[in-house]
């Protein structure tokens, strides 16, 4: 049997529509009020008004304002057990699970038949919950264990180890809809939640599921992933700029911007989608992924985004030639940001000028593992009539050497087709989507 997928004719019978889209971020949370944002170019970079930067030399960042956890979460009690960043993304996956339309009959599937996808930050924990015991602990020779064992574990919250698992939002996502279909949890930084996607969509493509929960969600508003990130050399500095310090693609980027949020989307198998009436934002059509593999490089990942979105792009049946627009990592460094624009300009060939180019991380700063879910809603802005690709804020002197058709000034409008969604972690490893509007 063979079906229309992605505008054109193919042997694979399963399609796979997104239904539903939910946000927790710094353009805001309803998905009309994110892609308001985008089109209009109104910067999520600020003042972070729920905690104190003067101790970082990084000043500004991309803060969820006005978060109410209780609005989204469902059962107040889970509350004690889930960090700041948890509740982003479990407030992010009641949103889309919501615009999807769905409850606990889960649209009449089975359990089995839904499956979670999420990418995490990993360990979460609050150090503000151990560092009073481990202060307790440590005596002229340094700690001492048995001073812990005695004075320190006692006042340390008994949950505290249940809050910092990793699989602690994939544990939660699951229980929304009593999902016990398969399930991962990536902690792959920056391109986490774009695999979180990519496994979802293999899933249901694949018929192991009809339905998934994908998305993902992080925090770099957080003291202990200041301090880790700080040394890096990969962070803006400075206060001055605000809503100016994110530049992707810029001849004067200077690091990327810290951000925090949750961004979810609902896959599910276009028939099962039609047949219950359901809402479909688009199709999600290829997933790939690849690693750079140059250990003494780590960041430069020209290679591997090159390769990831060459797969994305066989994996929906696609040639380069057919890319409507990139949805670019793009997060503002200068080895990084160089990287990938030549790994697209390899890519797209001739058409590289012709081609356009956004990165909102201009916008919203990074988000890491949330990014590439929330860019994802950001794309789905393109498809119909009044169709939009966003411009990259603060790209005022696009570097010269880099040669694409980045979006600059406002919004491109048009109806848009074939969109290609990068991603990037800190290792090397690469994550590329293509999606589409459905068309029979």
């Not at 925090?219 to 992933?225: K, T």
Request: hydrophobic content about 40%.
């Amino acid at each position: 049997m063979e079906a229309w997928c992605c505008g054109r004719m193919s042997k694979t019978k399963r399609r796979v529509a997104i239904t539903g889209a939910g946000a927790v971020s710094p353009l805001g949370n309803a998905v009309t009020e994110i892609w308001a944002a985008l089109r209009a170019g109104t910067s999520g970079v600020g003042t972070v008004p729920h905690m104190s930067l003067e101790a970082y030399r990084t000043h500004v960042g991309g803060a969820v304002r006005d978060f109410q956890p209780r609005k989204y979460i469902r059962d107040p009690k889970t509350l004690k057990l889930m960090t700041r960043p948890v509740r982003l993304g479990v407030a992010a996956l009641e949103l889309a699970v919501q615009d999807a339309g769905l409850d606990e009959t889960r649209a009449g599937l089975a359990p089995e038949r839904v499956g979670s996808y999420v990418g995490s930050p990993g360990h979460a924990g609050d150090r503000d919950e151990l560092l009073p015991a481990l202060d307790l602990s440590y005596g002229a020779d340094g700690l001492d264990l048995k001073r812990f064992g005695a004075d320190g574990i006692p006042i340390i919250n008994p949950l505290w180890l249940l809050k910092s698992l990793a699989n602690l939002g994939l544990y939660f996502v699951s229980m929304r809809l009593g999902a016990q279909g398969p399930n991962a949890n990536i902690c792959m930084s920056g391109a986490g939640g774009t695999m979180a996607v990519g496994q979802a969509f293999q899933a249901v493509r694949s018929g192991r599921v009809d339905m998934a929960l994908a998305g993902g969600y992080e925090s770099l508003l957080d003291e202990e992933r200041l301090e880790s990130f700080e040394p890096t050399g990969l962070l803006y500095v400075g206060d001055g700029m605000g809503p100016g310090a994110s530049r992707p693609f810029d001849r004067d980027r200077a690091g990327f911007v810290v951000a925090e949020g949750g961004a979810f989307v609902v896959l599910e198998e276009l028939e099962h989608a039609r047949a219950r009436g359901a809402k479909i934002y688009g199709e999600v059509c290829g997933y790939g992924s690849a690693s750079s593999g140059v250990p003494e490089r780590p960041n430069d990942t020209a290679a591997a985004y090159e390769a990831a979105m060459e797969a994305a792009l066989a994996d929906a049946g696609m040639d380069a030639a057919e890319v409507g627009g990139i949805y670019a990592h793009g997060m503002a460094n200068a080895v990084g940001d160089r990287a990938e624009a030549e790994a697209m300009a390899q890519l797209l060939g001739g058409r590289k000028s012709q081609t356009p180019v956004t990165a909102i991380k201009s916008l919203t700063g990074n988000l890491l593992a949330g990014s590439g879910p929330l860019e994802l809603i950001g794309a789905l802005g393109a498809f119909g009539a009044e169709g939009f690709i966003p411009a990259i804020l603060n790209c005022e002197h696009p570097d010269p050497d880099l040669g694409l058709d980045f979006v600059r000034g406002e919004a491109r409008t048009g109806s848009f087709r074939h969109l290609l969604l990068n991603a990037s972690g800190l290792g090397g490893n690469a994550a590329s989507l293509v999606v589409d509007h459905p068309v029979d």
